[in-house]
């Protein structure tokens, strides 16, 4: 049941408009507010009626203009922190009342965004994903080379420099000891003591363990998970969420527009943006692909799953500019997809399952900027990444070959894994002979072996 509080907020009970500068952070208009949309979230998900009904009963008391408006307030005069708490918590109100598909608040989304008065949403948008990309390259990156129990040895390279008449890289590397805890893939907010968001200048939270002065030569070094527990960060899962959902049912006018509003004198293209997340998180535009198996690590897979998997929604239907966007883009996003599946992910060694699941992320990915196109620009582009056919064909018989369909997380069991491959080797060979014949070969050859078992048995009992 939501409280008097929330059913006021959504009855359409007009509101006293406050005058004058609006209220920090630290006031009680904001901690209210804060507290009324975490409420309605778990009354959303948790509400004894159906899911359904009470989104389409808050989206009907204006409750979709509200995450809206939350969402744009974002102006210079005001404290940092207050635009970034409302932010995150009203896009986990928008993944709330949007969960499910719920064609109906889609609608209104699309009905409201679709007006010349929504290109400062988009421009907050916009802004959120340079903020986390500019926070990433600007923080030490945590590669987790070795796992000792809860200890990781680290190396750790510094955000890229220019200096003067010098060319951009990267500041000196080191490696370092430091306790990650017993399960780096819990909520982040308990890797650290709880702080307000924004506490620190570097708007951090907590503070990062930093080396001895006479080992750190001028470069802080971070954990992994104190990076991924910045505010810049902590806003993007949430985000990349609400636009995946935006996009369910194959929403093609939300497809479209995402990339393009026609409405507005400054479109912000929001496909290329996640895309542009995607290389930085994966440390293309510092490491590039070579350590990519190290760059993703136990704090911020879920992020980089959530990143394909909403690159895939904005795909889906199939939304051909969407895909053309994608494949044709100077970002590594395919790459990336065909790197994921491709290669032994190091940090995940104690961590399979996750692993697992971010290949088959990834394999659906590419299924989903291939769907339906006759052109091989595409396929061209995934082929050459990968390289040999056979290796293709190797990947998918391994991971069939290590579990079965009874294994507990379907979705993350290797065979179920191997399948999904094995879908995108096929659709790959429509387009590519070497690898049809190949295919072809290795099916006939996997047909063959158990009924040449069968006949050599049936010998033996003869004899």
């Known amino acids: 049941m939501l409280s008097s509080t929330a059913k006021d907020s959504v009855d359409g009970t007009p509101q006293r408009r406050r005058r ?7 006031s009680p208009f904001v901690s209210s507010n804060l507290v009324l949309k975490d409420e309605l979230s778990v009354c959303i998900s948790g509400s004894e009626y159906p899911l359904h009904k009470v989104q389409c009963k808050l989206n009907e008391h204006g409750l979709t203009e509200l995450i809206i408006n939350l969402i744009m307030m974002n102006s210079s005069d005001e404290v940092h922190t207050f635009p970034y708490e409302v932010s995150i918590q009203a896009l986990k109100l928008a993944v709330a009342i949007l969960n499910g598909g719920n064609e109906v608040v889609q609608s209104t989304f699309w009905k409201v965004l679709n007006q010349p008065s929504s290109e400062k949403f988009f421009k907050v948008i916009h802004g959120r994903f340079q903020e986390a990309q500019t926070e990433i390259r600007n923080s030490p990156t945590g590669l987790i080379i070795e796992q000792h129990g809860n200890n990781a040895i680290i190396m750790e390279s510094s955000a890229r420099h220019k200096p003067k008449g010098g060319k951009e890289g990267l ?11 017993e399960n780096p893939l819990q909520d982040q907010s308990q890797l650290q003591p709880e702080q307000p968001l924004g506490a620190s200048e570097s708007g951090g939270g907590a503070e990062s363990p930093v080396m001895p002065n006479s080992q750190r030569h001028g470069v802080n070094v971070v954990a992994p998970h104190s990076i991924m527990n910045t505010r810049e960060l ?17 929403k093609g006018e939300l497809q479209n527009y995402l990339r393009k509003q026609t409405n507005s004198k400054t479109p912000y293209n929001l496909i290329l943006e996640t895309l542009k997340f995607l290389d930085c998180i994966c440390g293309v535009t510092t490491g590039g692909l070579v350590l990519l198996s190290l760059y993703i690590h136990a704090y911020n897979v879920k992020l980089i799953d959530q990143c394909l998997t909403t690159l895939t929604e904005y795909c889906q239907g199939p939304c051909f500019d969407n895909q053309r966007c994608i494949a044709s883009s100077e970002s590594s996003g395919i790459d990336i997809a065909v790197s994921i599946i491709q290669t032994e992910l190091t940090a995940l060694e104690d961590h399979e399952q996750e692993a697992l699941r971010l290949k088959n992320t990834a394999s659906k990915m590419l299924l989903a900027v291939m769907e339906s196109r006759s052109d091989s620009d595409t396929v061209d582009r995934i082929m050459t990444k990968i390289g040999s056919a056979s290796q293709l064909i190797d990947i998918c018989r391994t991971l069939h070959s290590k579990g079965g369909s009874d294994d507990v997380n379907e979705e993350a069991s290797p065979r179920h894994v191997g399948h999904n491959i094995y879908i995108l080797a096929h659709q790959l060979a429509h387009h590519n002979k070497v690898l049809q014949h190949q295919l072809m070969q290795r099916v006939r050859k996997t047909l063959r072996e158990p009924l040449l078992s069968t006949a050599a048995a049936q010998r033996r009992l003869r004899l």
């Open 171 to 181: 500041l000196p590397q080191w490696t370092s000891e430091i306790n990650i805890g």
């Open 234 to 250: 902590m806003c993007m899962e949430p985000l990349l969420r609400f636009l995946q959902l935006l996009c369910e049912n194959h």
């Open 20 to 26: 004058g500068r609006r209220s920090t952070a630290g």
